[in-house]
């Protein structure tokens, strides 16, 4: 992620200082590639032992570790593409080597495994080797790192997207994201249309079924169910900054080979509210997760604290705002983005230069400034969001002789120094709903998603510790029956929405319902809400449906707020960050989901580290039970302090609650273990909490 920051940055600003910065990374790169002598770089403790077991094929895959190490392949993919953007984007020589040599040294690590093999090693999450690889064909346009890359694609994810069959409901989102990435490369390099389609039908469906306004998806890392968005309307594990960084590398690609609007209005969208808000103004920590929980809030990276994916992803995010801003073929430009910028067009030999204070105004200017006149087509795009017909000027004089469609603007004229193309770019307040069509609505003004700041108590870890959990938002949540209701029909919200006057970009929105006071909140760009709750979901209901829904919000969170007010930890079984941020060690051991749920169960062992404080009295084991025989030894630090044999007609989940034991007594943290009864498997476990008394 660093070396592909630092190129995106040095090809953005042409700044030397970063092109020296990432020069001396890659030499260093270069001196340990060469201590290796094999090709391989990589920074995975006890790499060499692992990637010798694999390369003699001994494979011991679970979702997220690979031979009993943490992501392994995902890891090193990360140094691929750090190598391959920094050849790509500036040109450096040293930087192709390195990569073609490190791809050498994984065609060797699987030269004698099996497809069925390679696959196995594929349940482990890899990032998208897949796609640099193909990266790697195209470069050296040779046809063995194609096939490397068509073996590096993870067949149990391809093959239902071929089918067009949505089997992504309780995966983890961002494992997914890159695969796909990879999927759309090879089928451009290939021309295979088959999975190029099954590639359409992915991001069709993150994007219109999974994804909310501000364009991030998932809850807790991972997909739910595009009928039920209530788990993350309730969670403090909002869309996570990775799947965006990732949804919108793929729609780059997508609109490369098909240059639909949907794909501009989506990565618009996506840039503004959710990638433009994950970066404090001020001190530049980054986001990982952003909640839609109404009254809730975010939690910010720090240098020498945090070195999460999202901070990995998030120095990429900030150095490429002016990547999608324009595109060109053949003869055509195209002004895909409203962002004052300068291009440097060396194909005619001409700069264009973008002048706007958009979206604070709804108007920009294009100046073109070729060295001799010049002829092509100017396409400036017609987002969706448009409420009227752009007014079009040229040198400052109404111009009508244009062709216009639904996407684009197109001016075909012979272009001559000087030449300002204006546009105003009429923009209004408009609503969307959660994809579940439940009665939660956002607020946008042309692509902006609004927010209203809610107040700045208990902000707990606002500014991350160095903690496994430090990058939730674990301060109080305000029960969603103290925060405003929407008391309005949904097509009547746009007129309660007004300007304020003196504060371009703020609204006020009324007709709220709190108590029994019908109260107004200000609204602002969520991309400018920082170090404070808020709100960027309202619930609506009617006069008449006011009061059932306040009911039904006071119903459905009494017994979760009060659970998570006595948790002292909590880790879900088979979520990776979790169970990361735990610790996990495990030893034939298998995760799965059911519905959206997540589980582990085992032949063997799992095993966490979980906090416990003074008045921590239980431990609460949530599992599913069937009509299976299993059996369960629960071990703390260990010693087994119960044996569970539960069993069912049916799959029904279950919580069980265990005392800890005297031996814990003044601890601060225990090792719990879940190991399975001799000859049997254990039960699926869902999740596990220490507690303290009511």
Not at 215 to 235: A, I
Not at 525 to 539: E, N
Request: proline fraction near 4%.
């Amino acid at each position: 992620h660093y070396l592909s920051a630092l190129a995106h940055m040095y090809a953005a600003t042409g700044d030397l200082r970063i092109k020296e910065r990432l020069d001396y990374m890659l030499s260093n790169l270069r001196r340990c590639q060469e201590a290796n002598g094999n090709g391989y770089i990589g920074g995975v403790p006890g790499g060499k032992i692992i990637w010798t077991e694999i390369q003699q094929g001994r494979i011991n895959a679970g979702s997220f570790n690979l031979n009993g190490k943490w992501v392994p392949l995902y890891n090193i993919h990360k140094t691929y593409a750090g190598l391959r953007d920094a050849y790509l984007l500036t040109g450096n020589e040293s930087a192709k080597d390195m990569l073609i040599q490190m791809t050498d040294w994984a065609l060797k690590l699987v030269a004698q495994l099996s497809d069925a093999q390679i696959q196995e090693m594929l349940r482990s999450e890899h990032g998208g080797l897949n796609e640099t690889f193909a990266d790697v064909a195209a470069i050296t346009q040779d046809q063995t790192y194609l096939e490397l890359a068509r073996k590096f694609s993870h067949q149990s994810i391809l093959e239902p997207l071929l089918a067009h069959e949505d089997h992504l409901t309780g995966l983890h989102a961002n494992t997914q994201i890159p695969k796909v990435l990879g999927f759309k490369r090879i089928a451009d390099l290939s021309h295979n249309e088959k999975w190029a389609e099954a590639v359409r039908y992915f991001w069709d469906n993150v994007v219109e079924q999974r994804s909310i306004a501000i364009g991030g998806n998932s809850v807790s890392e991972h997909f739910n169910p595009t009928e039920d968005f209530s788990k993350m309307l309730y969670s403090i594990e909002g869309p996570e900054t990775c799947n965006t960084y990732n949804m919108l590398r793929l729609t780059k690609m997508l609109y490369q080979t098909d240059p639909q609007g949907k794909y501009l209005d989506f990565y618009e969208r996506a840039l503004y509210n959710h990638i433009l808000s994950t970066q404090h103004p001020e001190h530049g920590g980054l986001v990982y997760f952003t909640q839609i929980r109404p009254g809730h809030y975010r939690v910010y990276s720090q240098a020498q604290t945090s070195m999460w994916c999202c901070v990995g992803s998030g120095m990429e995010n900030h150095a490429k705002y002016g990547e999608m801003i324009y595109a060109y073929r053949n003869n055509d430009l195209f002004v895909n983005l409203f962002i004052p910028s300068r291009l440097d067009w060396k194909e005619k030999n001409m700069e264009v230069i973008q002048e706007t204070n958009f979206p604070t105004e709804a108007k920009t200017s294009i100046r073109m400034n070729p060295k001799k006149p010049t002829s092509f087509s100017l396409f400036i795009r017609k987002p969706s969001w448009l409420t009227t017909a752009p007014h079009v000027l040229i040198n400052r004089k109404p111009y009508r002789n244009f062709s216009s469609t639904n996407e684009h603007i197109q001016i075909k004229r012979t272009w001559r120094k000087g030449d300002i193309v204006s546009l105003q770019l009429p923009m209004g307040i408009h609503t969307e709903q959660l994809p579940d069509k439940s009665n939660y609505y956002s607020i946008l003004y042309g692509p902006l998603v609004l927010g209203a700041r809610t107040g700045q108590e208990d902000l707990l870890g606002l500014r991350a510790d160095d903690s496994r959990m430090g990058h939730i938002a674990s301060g109080k949540q305000i029960p969603l029956r103290d925060l405003p209701i929407l008391q309005a029909e949904p097509n009547n919200i746009p007129a309660l929405v007004k300007p304020i006057a003196s504060k371009p970009l703020h609204f006020t929105l009324s007709n709220l319902y709190l108590g029994k006071k019908d109260i107004q909140m200000e609204l602002e760009p969520f991309f400018g809400i920082h170090d404070s709750r808020y709100m960027i979901y309202w619930p609506q209901a009617t006069q008449k449906e006011l009061l059932a829904l306040q009911d039904k919000m006071r119903r459905d969170e009494v017994e979760s707020l009060a659970l998570a007010a006595k948790t002292v930890d909590k880790v879900v079984a088979g979520e990776q960050q979790p169970e990361s941020d735990h610790f996990f060690r495990e030893q034939n051991s298998n995760a799965g989901a059911f519905g959206d749920t997540r589980w582990r169960d085992t032949k063997g062992w799992f095993s966490y580290v979980m906090k416990i404080t003074p008045e921590t009295q239980l431990v609460a084991i949530k599992l599913l039970a069937d009509n299976s025989s299993r059996v369960t030894e629960v071990m703390i630090d260990g010693k087994t302090i119960s044996i569970l044999e539960d069993k069912d007609e049916r799959s029904t989940m279950k919580t069980i609650h265990i005392q800890l034991p005297m031996e814990s007594a003044g601890k601060t943290k225990i090792e719990l273990k879940i190991k399975a009864g001799a000859g049997f498997t254990s039960h699926k476990i869902l999740e596990i909490r220490t507690l303290r008394p009511d």
